[in-house]
């Protein structure tokens, strides 16, 4: 069965630094990738997705994330953190032949940023 | 175009009550799938509906339960609540259901169980 795992519960970076969230899958054909943000007391938006094409892909609020075949990840960047970004991000994975629903998600990692 | 809404925002219960949360999907999202977060167990998928009709389930008992209208509202009923039921329910729509098609997050309903 597919998994995903989000190494780190819990991330704590200063206010301009990188911002790393790292993210592994375990299908061996590639499947859908997404990175998703919560926000305290609100439900999940997505940051972004990878479905086919260019493996370095461009998100929201300037995030981005690249995906390493050879590797199986699908990690999660931005170059400057900003106090904005504090919340919890959860990858997911999807299987090609599956439905929207069947996303599983990682178990999330909480991104704190220090002043 | 208005976002996913969830009604009521918070609830509280007590055991052995039932309770019904209700979802609006974004206009023309013919999918809606319901989810259980909770801080042990993250996220978990309950069910998901795609033109009036349940296309696929989570593993959660028979109490919970719900439902597709035509206008692809949703509403998701738990009866017999228990304590352990105390969780934010998500409800997502999607566009075409499909793999490749993002989930839109509700803010979710959060039920306290007393």
Known sequence: ?????????HVSVSEGALVLLRCNYSSSVPPYLFWYVQYPNQGLQLLLKYTTGATLVKGINGFEAEFKKSETSFHLTKPSAHMSDA???????????????????GSGTRLSIRP | KAGVTQTPRYLIKTRGQQVTLSCSPISGHR???WYQQTPGQGLQFLFEYFSETQRNKGNFPGRFSGRQFSNSRSEMNVSTLELGDSALYLCASSATGEANSPLHFGNGTRLTVT
Do not use: H, M, P, R
Request: charged residues 10%; hydrophobic residues 40%; proline residues 0%.
């Open chain 1, 87 to 105: 919340a919890e991000y959860f990858c997911a994975v999807s299987d090609l032949n599956s439905s929207a629903s069947k996303i599983i998600f």
């Open chain 1, 1 to 9: 069965a597919q998994s995903v795992t989000q190494l780190g519960s």
């Open chain 2, 31 to 33: 999918s809606v799938s």
